[in-house]
C-alpha cells in the first residue's frame, strides 16, 4: 500500500486547508485510514480516523474544527480543517491501518502545514 499526501501550505490564522491522501496498491487490505501530525518537539499525535464501515473518530485536539471524510472511487480520504491556528503548524501524515493488525502500518510521506498568526 503507498499514501500520498497533498494540500499542506501556509494559511494565515482563521483560515481553511484541504488535505488529501490517495492510496494505491492492495488498498482491500486497509480496514482505517488516518490522519496524523506531529509538530517539531512534540509527539505525534492522531487526529482523525475512518474505517471502511464509514465511522469515523477524532482526537481531543481537532475540537470540531476538523473533517475527515473519504472518497471511495478516487481511493482518497480528506482531511478539511478549518479555524486553523498557529498552533497546529506540524507536518501532517496519513496512516493505514490493515485489517489483519491493529497498528497503522503505512505511512505517507508527510505534508506541512504552517499557520501564521
Known amino acids: 500500500v503507498q499514501l500520498q499526501a497533498s494540500g499542506g501550505g501556509l494559511v494565515q490564522a482563521g483560515g481553511s486547508l484541504r488535505l488529501s491522501c490517495e492510496a494505491s496498491?492492495?488498498?482491500?487490505?486497509?480496514?482505517?485510514m488516518a490522519w496524523f501530525r506531529q509538530a517539531p518537539g512534540k509527539e505525534r499525535e492522531l487526529l482523525a480516523s475512518i474505517s471502511s464501515d464509514g465511522s469515523t473518530m477524532y482526537g481531543d485536539s481537532v475540537g470540531g474544527r476538523f473533517t475527515i471524510s473519504r472518497d471511495i472511487a478516487k481511493n482518497t480520504v480528506h482531511l478539511q480543517m478549518n479555524s486553523l491556528e498557529p498552533e497546529d503548524t506540524a507536518v501532517y501524515f496519513c496512516?493505514?491501518?490493515?485489517?489483519?493488525?491493529?497498528?497503522?502500518?503505512?505511512w505517507g510521506q508527510g505534508t506541512q502545514v504552517t499557520v501564521s498568526s
Open positions: 496512516a493505514a491501518k490493515p485489517r489483519t493488525k491493529n497498528d497503522y502500518d503505512y
Open positions: 496498491g492492495s488498498i482491500f487490505s486497509i480496514i482505517t
